[in-house]
RNA sequence: GGAGAGAUGGCCGAGCUGGCUGAAGGCGCUCGCCUGCUAAGCGAGUGUGGGUCGAAAGAUCCACCGAGGGUUCGAAUCCCUCUCUCUCCGCCA
């Protein structure tokens, strides 16, 4: 959400920078409705004063021994006038927040301005694509042809867009989480979170997924609790509603969890294999920073995620989101995309975001500084380190033998027990 | 699922027979004094959000004692609903 004080006075710059994300701000609507509110505001506030000081002379009246019963009447009067005007304002605030609510974060100046995805930047590009020396098969039948993935089976026990590893598959994708979260623990200073796999409204509020984008998330019937769709949301709403010490910043969390999306909308889209799946695992990297700093973590903890694929020696390169391609919630966006030989094409695996203070004011996440009085908002960011079912997904299709083994990336090894070929779901 | 207890400021903890209580007291923290240094001691200050005025410093007002509603001229205090925490019983991985 943005700063109501900062759009007011910035319409005309506010209107600009969203329809750079081709998302149009109705502004007389906006200014009528902020109008309105405060002159009930004020208005309000001046009757309450009057309750507040009258009161009090009822009270010393009382005291005295003195008839009150003119003041008790008229005080009656204004407190109907109070409620009904309270109604008023609680419809007007309603509607503010709506309004602000939808508006999406404003591009930071150093994003591209583009109208979708082609219109994005390769920043960099790590490692080269494998040379094979025959015709590579995608991740889905290297996987089934191995016995070590099922998604036939998937779709029996829960449906489409599931899937069931066995074996040596399943073990692949246990190791890689204990890999990644090794790594950004041990080397990268971030510190492990376990986080509920479900969550109450306000915390998918606090990150944005709600109100805006229901539909894109499973709910339990009967509760107010939705499956995460990512660990983001768990973990920026770790500090939901705290003022920090500035001394604490920045801080780095660590989670694996698996996520859930219901994909709503996608329909037709990547239906074969693991890429879309309405549960996956991930582990996500979280970060909470002053925002002076938000700009140089970004690049450090985009930087974290990469050195994941430089372990696993996969070829990827890194991609800036333009304007038009830009998540709701974020300022600015780095994917990165990993080669799929499988398939010729460079494929999302972890997208890290600047969100700036845009989840921080939602969320009511502040920090202290130490002599200043008042607070300031944090600046919030994260990023994919990495997708594990993509990665595993990349590893089979970059792996991948002309006898349909699959070698075990080095890095790996220490964690599949020291297997160093999958030749199907148990070892050879 | 059954029975009970509770939720107050950064923390601890009063208030809860309704009225100068944004909230005693303590701890912590900040600044100043004292001290050769440390400790102790003394003095002052120390919540958040918002409105109005002001260039600013600031002034002033409003809201907030788990959340939401109600009673009342007036609610941290009374009533209702919900959430969470704790204890006991039952059930259970």
Same mark, same amino acid.
């Given at each position: 959400m943005l700063d109501l004080k900062f759009v007011r006075s910035h319409l005309d710059q506010v209107k600009d920078m969203l329809k750079a994300r081709d998302y149009e701000l109705d502004m007389s609507h906006f200014e009528e409705v902020d109008a309105k509110r405060r002159t009930l505001i004020t208005r309000l506030e001046d009757l309450r004063h009057r309750r507040n000081t009258v009161s009090q002379e009822i009270a010393k009246l009382k005291k005295e021994g003195k008839d009150a019963s003119d003041l008790i009447l008229e005080m009656k009067e204004v407190s109907a006038q109070i409620k009904t005007l309270e109604k008023e304002a609680d419809q007007y605030d309603e509607e503010l927040n709506q309004l602000l609510m939808v508006i999406p974060n404003i591009p930071? #100046?150093?994003?591209?301005v583009g109208k979708d995805e082609t219109d994005n930047t390769v920043v960099r590009m790590w490692g080269e694509k494998k040379q094979m020396d025959f015709e590579p098969l995608p991740h889905w039948e290297i996987g089934e042809n191995l016995g070590i993935l099922d998604f036939a089976c998937a779709a029996k026990l829960a449906g489409a867009r599931f899937a069931l590893y066995r074996g040596l598959g399943a073990k692949l994708e246990r190791a890689l989480i204990n890999f990644m979260l090794d790594i950004h623990t041990k080397e990268h200073g971030y510190l492990e979170i376990l986080p509920p @796999?479900?969550?109450n409204r #306000?915390?998918?509020t606090g990150t944005g997924q709600l109100p805006k984008f229901e539909e894109d998330l499973f709910k339990i019937e009967g509760w107010d609790y939705f499956l995460i769709p990512t660990a983001e949301v768990p973990v920026t709403n770790i500090h939901r509603e705290e003022i920090l010490d500035e001394e604490r910043l920045p801080i780095s969390y660590v989670s694996y969890t698996p996520c859930f999306r219901s994909e709503a909308g996608s329909y037709g889209k990547d239906t074969r294999g *693991?890429? &879309? +799946?309405? +549960? @996956?695992n991930k582990v996500e990297l979280v970060k909470f920073s002053k925002p002076n700093e938000s700009w140089e973590q970004l690049e450090i903890l985009t930087r974290n995620?990469?050195?994941i694929l430089r372990r696993l020696e996969l070829h990827? &390169?890194?991609?800036? *989101?333009?304007?038009g391609d830009l998540g709701f919630s974020a300022a600015k966006t780095y994917d990165l995309e990993v080669w799929l030989p499988g398939q010729g094409l460079y494929r999302e695996i972890s997208s890290c975001s600047n969100f700036t203070d845009f989840q921080a004011r939602r969320a009511g996440i502040r920090f202290k500084k130490k002599g200043t009085k008042g607070t300031e908002l944090v600046h919030t960011l994260n990023g994919s380190g990495l997708a594990v079912g993509r990665t595993l997904v990349a590893i089979l299709e970059n792996y991948q033998q002309a006898d349909g083994s699959v070698v075990v990336p080095e890095a790996l090894r220490q964690y599949m027990g020291g297997v160093e070929k999958i030749t199907g779901p148990t070892q050879s």
């Amino acid at each position: 959400m943005l700063d109501l004080k900062f759009v007011r006075s910035h319409l005309d710059q506010v209107k600009d920078m969203l329809k750079a994300r081709d998302y149009e701000l109705d502004m007389s609507h906006f200014e009528e409705v902020d109008a309105k509110r405060r002159t009930l505001i004020t208005r309000l506030e001046d009757l309450r004063h009057r309750r507040n000081t009258v009161s009090q002379e009822i009270a010393k009246l009382k005291k005295e021994g003195k008839d009150a019963s003119d003041l008790i009447l008229e005080m009656k009067e204004v407190s109907a006038q109070i409620k009904t005007l309270e109604k008023e304002a609680d419809q007007y605030d309603e509607e503010l927040n709506q309004l602000l609510m939808v508006i999406p974060n404003i591009p930071d #100046a150093s994003v591209p301005v583009g109208k979708d995805e082609t219109d994005n930047t390769v920043v960099r590009m790590w490692g080269e694509k494998k040379q094979m020396d025959f015709e590579p098969l995608p991740h889905w039948e290297i996987g089934e042809n191995l016995g070590i993935l099922d998604f036939a089976c998937a779709a029996k026990l829960a449906g489409a867009r599931f899937a069931l590893y066995r074996g040596l598959g399943a073990k692949l994708e246990r190791a890689l989480i204990n890999f990644m979260l090794d790594i950004h623990t041990k080397e990268h200073g971030y510190l492990e979170i376990l986080p509920p @796999f479900m969550v109450n409204r #306000a915390c998918m509020t606090g990150t944005g997924q709600l109100p805006k984008f229901e539909e894109d998330l499973f709910k339990i019937e009967g509760w107010d609790y939705f499956l995460i769709p990512t660990a983001e949301v768990p973990v920026t709403n770790i500090h939901r509603e705290e003022i920090l010490d500035e001394e604490r910043l920045p801080i780095s969390y660590v989670s694996y969890t698996p996520c859930f999306r219901s994909e709503a909308g996608s329909y037709g889209k990547d239906t074969r294999g *693991l890429i &879309r +799946q309405h +549960q @996956f695992n991930k582990v996500e990297l979280v970060k909470f920073s002053k925002p002076n700093e938000s700009w140089e973590q970004l690049e450090i903890l985009t930087r974290n995620a990469e050195e994941i694929l430089r372990r696993l020696e996969l070829h990827y &390169r890194v991609v800036c *989101l333009c304007t038009g391609d830009l998540g709701f919630s974020a300022a600015k966006t780095y994917d990165l995309e990993v080669w799929l030989p499988g398939q010729g094409l460079y494929r999302e695996i972890s997208s890290c975001s600047n969100f700036t203070d845009f989840q921080a004011r939602r969320a009511g996440i502040r920090f202290k500084k130490k002599g200043t009085k008042g607070t300031e908002l944090v600046h919030t960011l994260n990023g994919s380190g990495l997708a594990v079912g993509r990665t595993l997904v990349a590893i089979l299709e970059n792996y991948q033998q002309a006898d349909g083994s699959v070698v075990v990336p080095e890095a790996l090894r220490q964690y599949m027990g020291g297997v160093e070929k999958i030749t199907g779901p148990t070892q050879s």
